[in-house]
């Protein structure tokens, strides 16, 4: 009995290319004699091929359609389709981008004061020749001058010598003189400084890369003008590129799609939280509900729920809590949004963000001379922050994981990785991160000194 094909109680069954060749033979030799010659090579064996094979995609076209009804086996603009009737739309490609989480931008340019610069100005990482192009229009200005005598913490910007500079180790400055060099640590007295670039004016511009995706900038790296404009001299990065996305896989549309149906599902937590992730630009979420009459031990207020959140934006996180936190449930947080409601009255509506807890790094690696790559302390760099950049809330940060990481790179032979939360660690520890807090990396923050030794 010739086995079934089409929809079956199974699902959906396709002849295949060997089970439609054989049928076609049985036809031949019914039609003709039961000794035709189908070899290969012969003219009757050459039409069975071709018929086989198109009969097979005809039945390899059914299954697809067949399949595309199936959230678990359609792909492509099938999954599409599924997903548009949830309402569900497939992520796009985003750009990296230089912005900090108050959405300043974090490249610098430095020049002549009033020097306009329109939207659209690139500049590129020197060794890989990413580009980042302005999505602002900006327009540089006088920075304060650098004073004798004065208290500086990190991030201040102020010019001398017709230079521009950032305090990276707060502290007093000396009696006279002050930061002159190119240098990327410049001592001056208690405080020290970084080289930023030429010119007595700066303006911080928000940009993003050129091509979507995970683009790397990694801190003071893009320090090339790819469209010159006059009064524009240097250009740089004060952190590390915030990484794009690709475009989203078949199998992550297809997981966010399933995780939708469970947001759907009422005000559970699961569906609040998964509501959430799915907020634009939001990575991280951690809820923080109190069933309780009376403010529990997180500080929580009684029948509130706070939820902390990394990134997406403050309107957009406030919408979602305010359609998805059942209405007998307060937020609660650190950042209030005025929510305008479906009758256009005003709400407030609560969340946290985590506390940044910046880490310093600072690897002593013994190397193999002959198998350690040129670039090894970079390539130990990037991995410890690659790794770094995985953390969660409330993840410890631990000396021997980032000392791992540095294994990765081909000649290590030994390696100690002093961990800390200020400049030049020196103990190799476990830094605690409390659930509502964040350890944040930046390749600024890491350091890396090897030496050769014996395998």
Request: charged share 20%.
């Amino acid at each position: 009995m010739p086995a079934p094909y089409g929809i079956v109680s199974e699902g959906y069954s396709a002849k295949t290319y060997e089970e439609a060749a054989e049928e076609i033979a049985d036809s031949l030799r019914d039609g003709f004699t039961e000794s035709v010659d189908l070899a290969a090579v012969g003219p009757f064996g050459q039409f069975q091929a071709l018929l086989a094979e198109a009969v097979a995609e005809a039945w390899e076209a059914l299954q697809a359609a067949y399949s595309s009804f199936d959230r678990d086996a359609a792909e492509a603009a099938a999954l599409e389709l599924i997903g548009g009737i949830t309402g569900t739309t497939r992520r796009e490609a985003t750009p990296s981008t230089l912005q900090d989480a108050d959405g300043i931008g974090t490249m610098i340019a430095t020049g002549t004061n009033a020097t306009a610069l329109t939207a659209g100005r690139v500049a590129s990482v020197a060794v890989t020749g990413v580009r980042f192009v302005t999505t602002e229009a900006a327009t540089l200005a006088t920075a304060t001058a650098w004073a004798t005598g004065t208290a500086y913490v990190v991030g201040d910007i102020r010019t001398n010598a017709t230079r521009i500079y950032i305090c990276r180790t707060a502290g007093t400055s000396a009696g006279s003189g002050g930061p002159t060099s190119t240098s990327a640590d410049i001592t001056d007295n208690t405080a020290h400084w970084r080289y930023l670039g030429e010119g007595a004016a700066y303006a911080l511009v928000l940009a993003e890369s050129e091509d979507t995706g995970p683009k790397v900038a990694a801190s003071y790296t893009l320090t090339t003008i790819e469209t010159p404009v006059a009064g524009w001299s240097s250009v740089n990065n004060l952190a590390d590129a915030e990484l794009g996305e690709d475009e989203e896989t078949d199998p992550e549309f297809r997981s966010r799609q399933e995780a939708e149906l469970v947001a759907n599902e009422g005000s559970t937590f699961a569906a609040i939280r998964n509501d959430l992730l799915d907020v634009d630009g939001v990575t991280q979420v951690r809820l923080f509900p109190n069933r309780t009459m009376s403010t529990d031990a997180d500080n929580v207020p009684a029948k509130a729920i706070e939820a902390v959140v990394v990134g997406g934006t403050n309107a957009d996180i406030a919408a979602s809590l305010w359609t998805h936190v059942a209405a007998s449930i307060d937020t609660y947080g650190s950042t209030s949004v005025a929510h305008e409601d479906e009758e256009g009255n005003d709400q407030t509506v609560r969340f946290s963000r985590p506390t940044s807890v910046p880490i310093y790094c600072a690897y002593s690696v013994i190397k193999d001379p002959d198998l350690y790559p040129d670039d090894g302390d970079d390539q130990i760099a990037a991995a410890g922050l690659a790794f770094g950049d995985l953390s969660t809330m409330g993840k410890n940060v631990v000396a021997s994981a980032m000392e791992a990481q540095a294994f990765t790179v081909p000649g290590v032979l030994e390696v100690i990785c002093a961990i800390g939360i200020a400049v030049s660690p020196t103990l190799r520890t476990t830094i605690q991160i409390g659930p509502r807090e964040l350890a944040t990396f930046d390749s600024a923050r890491f350091t890396v000194a090897s030496s050769d030794g014996v395998p």
